[in-house]
């Protein structure tokens, strides 16, 4: 990723003074208007590109065109900015862009990806301002521009005591040519970067500002809620007389299989379809929890599969082992359930389109929306509101269609609101998937021969194949099989590898054990021979999957502790290293997990308390859905409607969490999620450890050494 | 519909709604009070928490009939400008990931210092463990509650 020239777009005199240099954000992350502590009035000449400018008062503004959805990218990104900058932190202001695909790339949250994709880009924007603001004061003291530095928003002449603030100089600066070429820091001559530094929302949010979609409120705007089929079902009648004469009710609309209700307040309008008499028919295959468990059996002894690695011959490695480990791993659907629900606000106007709420893909909601109206999407605007959690769930247009469809259908400006059970209920789930392992075993114990099929119920691939330990096993074979459903399945953070790590380092300590060799030191042997004997293509970095390994075990002091038993996990994922070892207990014959630890390689460490939090988050997310997440279906039915019966972890069942960074100059990558899927295993081998029993089965707190456990 | 007068961060509002219509979307449609979160709406998330005559109470199921004279803080009149001290806590400790739940853990914390101004560890935990965040801010709220203890609530 290098910036270049063109990348600049623009640069110009700010209305009223200041500098305004124009820059792509290719691959953001982030969003929400947004004020940092320091408060200030926002700096002149809003409106450029995706740009950074600074008023003559030396107040820097930020724009920041991407999704914020608590992954904090809104704060990590001016960082990046500021540092180059050698901007004043105090002295930065973040705002919030709208959708605007003709000056910003790609405005999307997801896939832990926008910080390795813009590094590169928004240092380069920082650097190329601090260079021109450098020349505008080197020319204004007649002296060589070598001679100055900069430092928090000043430039400065040592040798003749001088300083002038970026807003004194921000005008000349901004008449200058931009710079062909800029010269970065070297990171370890970073100020900012690395430090600990607050969201930059935190002023609103403390004290309940409107950020959020469903905070958004216009005049003459109504509330509307959709009563949708359950998987597999179709609308046959509705008797909606009734309904339409309650109070303050404005309409009931029916489109495909939907009846929206539409009103003037949410209260009502709940109530409303709460009482709306719905005939539904079946359409289709509807499907329990219970078949696909007898499914799944079916599809892991099917003939033909889609093969996604082979490497050797596995027939002939598991005709001649020695020993020969197998084990099955499987996980229910899960809701995304972000705290605050889909919403979405829509006015389609004869002349175009107004959406404004919490979307992961404004882009996708702009394009969904001028497809189905048959209109040209630069007639359809898209503000982002900060995000109430998004988990994957809002990288879908779904609901934003819903809104558009209804505020056509009553034309009027609506905003669609799903109610809790909605969103449990009419989502699009974490598919369930079942996985088998085998491996073979020498006469020394080494694993020759690995075999994994995955399959699930849309769950696409269901493996990652070249993952870990592929290319350590001479002989391996990786298939999936998929099963078609009309229970819709999405991306659930970590997609896929949310639970396939889980069940992947089960495995491995099960192989470990069989082995007779010490969890970690069975992956360190693995990682060594992937590195002296490669079998096939390496897509992960050996030594810092390493590196990540050593620093847990240090940390935890493997395999020193008397009184607790540990239990290892490591993986690689979104672009990330991440090793987990977790500590459990036994509490009354029960085991309890007290902590875990956790290493992360990410390359450099932008802001230390966003990193921390998305570590820890992500470790408590982890858990609290291998313990408890669990959405089963009845006759295409989820069975779970609201957090009275789907559990979510709560504050009283957190293990400490303790974080480690290794320490390195590598480009930064993103953190939104893979400190999840190491940390279903890590409980789990620790839990091993302490009662002898393997949990293969999530969630766990139905599995046997937990019943009786509240 | 009926007319309700209600006492709301120290000044008075009314709203023409029907008897059972949570305050939580009063405050919400009504008065545009939307610091006050809605989550789950049967009282398992405390998303909604304000307080009513100083105790933290679940507005998602509180109907607007049953505040009577009661008097009511949302979040936006936990203090004029965010130095309550659980806000100011809250903000050292950086506790927020989205942010959506935060209000009503806030309300929440700030309901226990006023009744325990110096809470032991299991009381933090029993009383916190009520409120839900998705995004597994637990490690902090806790030591943000433990901070702001040291703050004096008044
Ligand atoms: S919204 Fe009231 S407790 Fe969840
Ligand atoms: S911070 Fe996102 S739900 Fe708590």
Same mark, same amino acid.
């Given at each position: 990723?290098?910036?270049?020239?063109?990348?600049?777009?623009?640069?110009?005199?700010? =209305?009223?003074?200041?500098?305004? /240099?124009?820059?792509?954000?290719?691959?953001?992350?982030?969003?929400?208007?947004?004020?940092?502590?320091?408060?200030?009035?926002?700096?002149?000449?809003?409106?450029?590109?995706?740009?950074?400018?600074?008023?003559?008062?030396?107040?820097?503004?930020? #724009?920041?065109?991407? @999704?914020?959805?608590?992954?904090?990218?809104?704060?990590?990104? @001016?960082?990046?900015?500021?540092? $180059?900058?050698?901007?004043?932190?105090?002295?930065?202001?973040?705002?919030?862009?709208?959708?605007?695909?003709?000056?910003?790339?790609?405005?999307?949250?997801?896939?832990?990806?926008?910080?390795?994709?813009?590094?590169?880009?928004?240092?380069?924007?920082?650097?190329?301002?601090?260079?021109?603001?450098?020349?505008?004061?080197?020319?204004?003291?007649?002296?060589?521009?070598?001679? *100055?530095?900069?430092?928090?928003?000043?430039? #400065?002449?040592?040798?003749?005591?001088?300083?002038?603030?970026?807003?004194?100089?921000?005008?000349?600066?901004?008449?200058?040519? %931009? @710079?062909?070429?800029?010269?970065?820091?070297?990171?370890?001559?970073?100020? #900012?970067?690395?430090?600990?530094?607050?969201?930059?929302?935190?002023?609103?949010?403390?004290?309940?500002?409107? /950020?959020?979609?469903?905070?958004?409120?216009?005049?003459?705007?109504?509330?509307?809620?959709?009563?949708?089929?359950?998987?597999?079902?179709?609308?046959?009648?509705?008797?909606?007389?009734?309904?339409?004469?309650?109070?303050?009710?404005?309409?009931?609309?029916?489109?495909?299989?939907?009846?929206?209700?539409?009103?003037?307040?949410?209260?009502?309008?709940?109530?409303?379809?709460?009482?709306?008499?719905?005939?539904?028919?079946?359409?289709?295959?509807?499907?329990?929890?219970?078949?696909?468990?007898?499914?799944?059996?079916?599809?892991?002894?099917?003939?033909?599969?889609?093969?996604?690695?082979?490497?050797?011959?596995?027939?002939?490695?598991?005709?001649?082992?020695?020993?020969?480990?197998?084990?099955?791993?499987?996980?229910?659907?899960?809701?995304?359930?972000?705290?605050? @629900?889909?919403?979405?606000?829509?006015?389609?106007?004869?002349?175009?389109?107004?959406?404004?709420?919490?979307?992961?893909?404004?882009?996708?909601?702009?394009? $969904?929306?001028?497809?189905?109206?048959?209109?040209?999407?630069?007639?359809?605007?898209?503000?982002?509101?900060?995000?109430?959690?998004?988990?994957?769930?809002?990288?879908?247009?779904?609901?934003?269609?819903?809104?558009?469809?209804?505020?056509?259908?009553?034309?009027?400006?609506?905003?669609?609101?799903?109610?809790?059970?909605?969103?449990?209920?009419?989502?699009?789930?974490?598919?369930?998937?079942?996985?088998?392992?085998?491996?073979?075993?020498?006469?020394?114990?080494?694993?020759?021969?690995?075999?994994?099929?995955?399959?699930?119920?849309?769950?696409?691939?269901?493996?990652?194949?070249?993952?870990?330990?592929?290319?350590?096993?001479?002989?391996? #074979?990786?298939?999936?099989?998929?099963?078609?459903?009309?229970?819709?399945?999405?991306?659930?953070?970590?997609?896929?590898?949310?639970?396939?790590?889980?069940?992947?380092?089960?495995?491995?300590?099960?192989?470990?054990?069989?082995?007779?060799?010490?969890?970690?030191?069975?992956?360190?042997? /693995?990682?060594?021979?992937?590195?002296?004997?490669?079998?096939?293509?390496?897509?992960?970095?050996?030594?810092?999957?390493?590196?990540?390994?050593?620093?847990?075990?240090?940390?935890?002091?493997?395999?020193?502790?008397?009184?607790?038993?540990?239990?290892?996990?490591?993986?690689?994922?979104?672009?990330?290293?991440?090793?987990?070892?977790?500590?459990?207990?036994?509490?009354?014959?029960?085991?309890?997990?007290?902590?875990?630890? =956790?290493?992360?390689? *990410?390359?450099?460490?932008?802001?230390?308390?966003?990193?921390?939090?998305?570590?820890?988050? *992500?470790?408590?997310?982890?858990?609290?859905?291998?313990?408890?997440?669990? /959405?089963?279906?009845?006759?295409?039915?989820?069975?779970?409607?609201?957090?009275?019966?789907?559990?979510?972890?709560?504050?009283?069942?957190?293990?400490?969490?303790? %974080?480690?960074?290794?320490?390195?100059?590598?480009?930064?990558?993103?953190?939104?999620?893979?400190?999840?899927?190491?940390?279903?295993?890590?409980?789990?081998?620790?839990?091993?450890?302490?009662?002898?029993?393997?949990?293969?089965?999530?969630?766990?707190?139905?599995?046997?050494?937990?019943?009786?456990?509240? | 519909?009926?007319?309700?007068?209600?006492?709301?961060?120290?000044?008075?509002?009314?709203?023409?709604?029907?008897?059972?219509?949570?305050?939580?979307?009063?405050?919400?449609?009504?008065?545009?009070?939307?610091?006050?979160?809605?989550?789950?709406?049967? !009282?398992?998330?405390?998303?909604?928490?304000?307080?009513?005559?100083?105790?933290?109470?679940?507005?998602?199921?509180?109907?607007?009939?049953?505040?009577?004279?009661?008097?009511?803080?949302?979040?936006?009149?936990?203090?004029?400008?965010?130095?309550?001290?659980?806000?100011?806590?809250?903000?050292?400790?950086?506790?927020?990931?989205?942010?959506?739940?935060?209000?009503?853990?806030?309300?929440?914390?700030?309901?226990?210092?006023?009744?325990?101004?110096?809470?032991?560890?299991?009381?933090?935990?029993?009383?916190?463990?009520?409120?839900?965040?998705?995004?597994?801010?637990?490690?902090?709220?806790?030591? !943000?509650?433990?901070?702001?203890?040291?703050?004096?609530?008044?």
């Amino acid at each position: 990723m290098t910036a270049t020239r063109r990348d600049f777009l623009k640069i110009a005199a700010a =209305a009223g003074g200041g500098l305004l /240099l124009g820059f792509n954000w290719a691959e953001s992350e982030a969003a929400t208007t947004v004020v940092n502590a320091a408060g200030a009035a926002a700096a002149p000449g809003v409106g450029f590109n995706s740009y950074l400018s600074i008023s003559p008062q030396g107040i820097i503004t930020i #724009l920041s065109p991407n @999704p914020e959805v608590g992954q904090g990218i809104k704060t990590a990104f @001016p960082i990046i900015v500021a540092e $180059e900058l050698d901007a004043d932190w105090t002295k930065v202001v973040v705002e919030q862009a709208p959708l605007d695909t003709k000056k910003f790339e790609r405005q999307v949250a997801g896939g832990s990806g926008s910080i390795p994709h813009s590094w590169e880009r928004l240092r380069k924007a920082g650097a190329t301002a601090r260079q021109m603001l450098t020349e505008a004061a080197a020319k204004r003291w007649n002296v060589p521009a070598a001679e *100055c530095t900069t430092d928090k928003g000043y430039v #400065l002449h040592t040798a003749s005591k001088r300083k002038l603030s970026y807003g004194e100089l921000a005008t000349e600066a901004s008449q200058l040519a %931009v @710079p062909a070429s800029v010269k970065l820091k070297d990171p370890n001559d970073f100020k #900012l970067i690395g430090t600990t530094i607050k969201n930059v929302d935190n002023p609103k949010i403390l004290t309940g500002k409107p /950020l959020f979609g469903l905070d958004f409120y216009r005049e003459g705007m109504l509330f509307a809620m959709i009563q949708r089929p359950a998987f597999g079902y179709k609308l046959k009648s509705v008797d909606s007389a009734a309904v339409k004469a309650m109070s303050g009710i404005v309409d009931v609309v029916t489109y495909d299989n939907n009846v929206a209700v539409v009103g003037k307040s949410t209260w009502q309008v709940k109530k409303a379809k709460d009482a709306l008499k719905i005939e539904w028919e079946k359409a289709d295959n509807l499907e329990s929890s219970t078949d696909h468990d007898r499914l799944f059996k079916e599809l892991l002894d099917k003939k033909e599969a889609t093969v996604r690695r082979k490497d050797g011959d596995v027939d002939a490695a598991f005709k001649s082992a020695a020993k020969v480990v197998s084990a099955e791993f499987q996980c229910p659907f899960l809701p995304h359930s972000p705290l605050e @629900p889909m919403n979405f606000f829509a006015h389609v106007r004869p002349d175009g389109v107004e959406l404004v709420g919490p979307t992961q893909t404004p882009e996708l909601a702009r394009n $969904e929306t001028a497809k189905l109206l048959g209109i040209s999407p630069d007639k359809v605007t898209v503000q982002l509101t900060r995000m109430g959690g998004g988990f994957g769930r809002r990288l879908k247009a779904d609901y934003v269609i819903e809104a558009v469809q209804v505020s056509k259908l009553v034309n009027a400006p609506v905003k669609l609101i799903w109610t809790r059970e909605d969103d449990m209920t009419g989502g699009s789930y974490r598919p369930a998937v079942r996985y088998r392992f085998e491996a073979a075993l020498d006469a020394q114990g080494n694993m020759v021969g690995y075999k994994l099929r995955g399959v699930g119920i849309n769950s696409g691939n269901s493996t990652r194949e070249d993952n870990f330990p592929a290319g350590a096993v001479e002989n391996l #074979l990786i298939d999936s099989v998929e099963h078609k459903s009309p229970i819709t399945t999405g991306a659930w953070r970590a997609p896929i590898t949310n639970f396939l790590a889980f069940a992947e380092q089960s495995f491995l300590d099960e192989v470990a054990q069989a082995a007779g060799k010490d969890p970690v030191q069975f992956r360190l042997d /693995l990682l060594a021979k992937a590195k002296q004997k490669p079998t096939g293509a390496i897509k992960y970095d050996i030594d810092r999957m390493r590196g990540v390994i050593e620093l847990a075990a240090e940390k935890a002091q493997w395999g020193k502790k008397k009184g607790v038993s540990q239990g290892f996990s490591v993986y690689f994922s979104h672009r990330s290293y991440v090793a987990q070892i977790g500590e459990v207990v036994m509490k009354q014959g029960k085991p309890v997990l007290q902590k875990v630890y =956790a290493a992360a390689d *990410c390359g450099v460490v932008i802001n230390q308390s966003g990193a921390r939090q998305q570590i820890t988050g *992500c470790i408590v997310d982890g858990i609290g859905h291998a313990m408890y997440g669990n /959405l089963t279906f009845k006759d295409g039915v989820p069975e779970q409607k609201n957090y009275d019966t789907y559990r979510l972890i709560r504050l009283s069942e957190i293990p400490q969490v303790e %974080v480690h960074f290794v320490q390195n100059t590598i480009d930064p990558t993103g953190l939104g999620e893979p400190a999840l899927p190491p940390a279903g295993a890590a409980v789990a081998n620790a839990i091993f450890k302490a009662t002898g029993k393997r949990l293969r089965n999530q969630p766990f707190v139905e599995e046997d050494v937990f019943k009786g456990v509240s | 519909m009926s007319l309700f007068k209600l006492k709301i961060n120290g000044r008075d509002y009314q709203a023409d709604v029907d008897p059972d219509t949570p305050l939580l979307w009063v405050l919400r449609d009504n008065f545009g009070l939307v610091g006050t979160k809605y989550g789950c709406g049967i !009282a398992q998330c405390g998303a909604c928490t304000v307080h009513l005559n100083g105790e933290a109470v679940r507005s998602c199921v509180m109907p607007v009939s049953a505040i009577g004279t009661g008097k009511v803080t949302t979040i936006e009149g936990l203090s004029k400008d965010g130095t309550h001290p659980v806000q100011q806590a809250w903000n050292e400790v950086d506790v927020p990931q989205c942010g959506y739940c935060q209000a009503g853990q806030i309300m929440t914390a700030a309901a226990l210092l006023k009744r325990t101004p110096k809470p032991t560890m299991e009381q933090i935990d029993a009383t916190m463990t009520g409120n839900l965040c998705r995004c597994g801010t637990y490690h902090r709220i806790r030591e !943000a509650v433990k901070v702001a203890s040291t703050k004096g609530v008044k």
